[in-house]
């Protein structure tokens, strides 16, 4: 029972983070740039790493950082496998996924530390 209760928290945490990379992408347009390929993945990530937490604080920047590591795995495996995109000229513009598990680390690690705060007045 406890395995699938991570599971499915893994998952709404992969799923909010990736509805906000949406959501993020798409306001901020289709330019080409590193800001428009790196702003909402780390907003993404910081979202999905206070949902992470708010299922489990003792469970919470590992739940994070293991989600951050599938959705980066899931977007380059598609990216580049599926759909067969070459690695392009600029490293950091097409490995962007890779800042996915440190924002989510960092989003359930922020949370965590507020809560903590918060408790101790």
Known sequence: MNTLVLFLRTAIAGCTGVMVWILMRDSLGSE???????????????VGG???????PR????????????????????????LGMPLGGDKLQTLWPMWFPVAYYLGAFGYLTVLQRVYRQ
């Open 50 to 56: 206070v949902v992470s937490a708010l299922f489990a």
């Open 32 to 46: 080409q740039s590193v800001a428009t390929a790196i702003v909402p993945v780390w907003v993404a990530g910081l």
């Open 59 to 82: 469970q919470g920047i590992t739940v994070a950082f293991t989600t951050g590591v599938i959705t980066a795995l899931l977007f380059l495996a598609f990216r580049h496998v599926y």
